[in-house]
């Protein structure tokens, strides 16, 4: 990945490829210049002002879902948030700003909670994938958390850079974690001998396919998305891969 292609916020002029910062991503004026209520009135200016970035990341989220990244624009999100532009600049300087924020948000927690598991639950690692993707499952019934893998999917073709941000906030974090249970696993003589670093993609990759599936190609079982029987049918099959023949 070089410099140029990742540059998040700095506008591109004859380029094929859309960039995560539109020309709507920098206020031409300042927040403060275009708050409609006068810092004076204090209560209804500052009515909320803890619950707002949420608002705003909620607001944008439902935009960046229903219209798509390149056609969402602040002042929809704005107006969808129920607040002035220049105060979701007070937040959140720029388009890019806004997709990372709601990546962390609603992914994080899921990261750090996978990767706790992954390093410290004891015993045999079966167990501790099964958990981690079960857990999964049922972080992924939230329709918030639900909704950015699906926007990955659908934008990174035409924005590799949330891509990117994706693979930052949740895959460098939880595939490590992942491989090394896996060597410990071959290690401790509950794995045959394998590559650890491909089985990874074998843990992850059904589930990914299946978000594919669904999403893209509008494939999915008769009862809707199932990611519930779908893990427990891709534990079934990975395990008696993965497990030494008795």
């Known amino acids: 990945?070089?410099?140029?292609?990742?540059?998040?916020?700095?506008?591109?002029?004859?380029?094929?490829?859309?960039?995560?910062?539109?020309?709507?991503?920098?206020?031409?004026?300042?927040?403060?210049?275009?708050?409609?209520t006068p810092r004076h009135e204090g209560p209804k200016f500052r009515r909320r002002a803890d619950a707002r970035p949420d608002e705003v990341l909620d607001a944008a989220l439902a935009l960046f879902t229903e219209k798509g990244f390149a056609a969402a624009r602040i002042d929809d999100i704005a107006q969808r948030a129920g607040i002035s532009k220049g105060a979701v600049y007070l937040y959140f300087p720029s388009k890019q700003a806004l997709i990372?924020?709601?990546?962390?948000?609603?992914?994080?927690?899921?990261?750090?909670?996978?990767?706790?598991?992954?390093?410290?639950?004891?015993?045999?690692?079966?167990?501790?994938?099964?958990s981690v993707l079960r857990v999964l499952g049922r972080q992924l019934t939230s329709a918030q958390a639900l909704a950015i893998p699906r926007l990955v999917i659908?934008?990174?073709?035409?924005?590799?850079?949330?891509?990117?941000?994706?693979?930052?906030?949740?895959?460098?974090?939880?595939?490590?974690?992942?491989?090394?249970?896996?060597?410990?696993?071959?290690?401790?003589?509950?794995f045959r001998q394998i590559d650890a670093e491909l089985t990874v993609r074998s843990v992850v990759g059904p589930v990914l396919a299946h978000m594919v599936l669904a999403d893209i190609f509008g494939i999915l079982p008769a009862d809707g998305l199932a990611l519930d029987r779908l893990i427990e049918n891709h534990i079934a099959i990975l395990f008696d891969g993965l497990s030494l023949k008795a």
């Open 100 to 130: 990372e924020a709601i990546v962390e948000r609603a992914l994080g927690p899921i990261a750090e909670e996978a990767i706790e598991r992954l390093a410290t639950l004891p015993g045999d690692p079966r167990l501790v994938i099964s």
């Open 154 to 190: 659908r934008e990174a073709p035409s924005f590799p850079d949330i891509a990117e941000l994706y693979r930052r906030a949740v895959l460098d974090r939880v595939v490590p974690a992942l491989t090394a249970l896996i060597r410990r696993g071959i290690a401790e003589g509950h």
């Open 1 to 36: 990945m070089t410099e140029t292609s990742r540059k998040l916020d700095t506008p591109r002029r004859g380029s094929a490829r859309r960039d995560l910062a539109p020309a709507d991503s920098v206020p031409r004026e300042s927040p403060d210049s275009r708050e409609t």
